[in-house]
């Protein structure tokens, strides 16, 4: 599904430049649930924002679903984006002024789908997370684990071959952490291939295989026996 090679990646600021990924290299088969750890500043974000298509490596090749990620023009990413991956963030990213329903009916729109299937569509993915009695609320009538519940099934709607999330329990408190990952496990169960960056060991220990990131390199890459989360 994933395929990462000699991965390099370095920012500029001012006359100096910031090396940051240094070299990575990994595969993520169809169905993995793998969770990207390493402490602040360790470019877990960096790396995932390239795997997402967000931003682009210096060097090295990225290979998703079969296809060579390279000089892609904004246009064609954000087809291959809106086709291949689904995006959950610390901060839901949800817009405000729209309803849960709304929420997740909206990258439908952006697929050219009809209102009434868009709206068909998002009620089941909002049943899917449990939240169906709460299609009609804003954001800001949500606690924060409903939040990235709503988030959560925005980004399945289009049913992306990936799931990719930074830090989506880092804004939450331990129980509903604990409760969102019993979602993300149930997800990946039901075969969804999902990358899960965290600087959390209890949360990294709910993924199937950690990646353990240090200054730009991977210390340690190995499967683990999952934690249930309950
Ligand atoms: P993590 O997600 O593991 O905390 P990041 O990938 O966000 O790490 O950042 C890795 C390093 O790169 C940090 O030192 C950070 O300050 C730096 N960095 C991240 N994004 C940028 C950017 N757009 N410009 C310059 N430096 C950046
Ligand atoms: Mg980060």
Redesign the pocket.
């Known amino acids: 599904m994933i395929k990462i090679t000699d991965l390099h990646k370095s920012?500029k600021?001012g006359k100096n430049s910031?090396h940051?990924l240094k070299g990575i290299n990994f595969n993520v088969e169809e169905g993995e649930l793998v969770a990207i750890m390493?402490s602040?500043?360790?470019?877990?974000?960096?790396l995932l924002n390239i795997i997402g298509m967000l931003d682009t490596a210096d060097s090295g090749t990225y290979n998703l679903d079969g296809l060579e990620i390279k000089n892609m023009n904004e246009t064609k990413a954000a087809q291959y984006r809106n086709r291949f991956l689904g995006f959950i963030f610390q901060s839901f990213n949800l817009i405000n002024y729209k309803n849960a329903l709304e929420n997740i009916a909206l990258p439908l729109f952006y697929k050219g789908i009809n209102r009434t299937e868009r709206q068909k569509i998002a009620m089941k993915y909002l049943s899917k997370v449990g939240l169906a009695k709460w299609e009609k609320h804003l954001p800001s009538e949500l606690s924060g684990g409903q939040k990235q519940r709503v988030a959560i099934a925005r980004a399945m709607v289009t049913q992306p071959k990936v799931l990719l999330a930074d830090e989506l329990t880092g804004a939450l408190d331990s129980t509903t952490s604990i409760e969102v990952m019993s979602l993300i496990q149930e997800i990946n169960n039901n075969g969804k291939t999902i990358l899960v960056v965290t600087h959390e060991e209890d949360i990294a220990m709910m993924c199937k295989r950690i990646i353990r990131l240090k200054d730009g390199v991977i210390l340690e890459d190995k499967k683990v026996k999952q934690i249930i989360a309950k």
């Open positions: 920012y600021i910031l940051v390493g602040s500043g360790s470019g877990k974000s960096t």
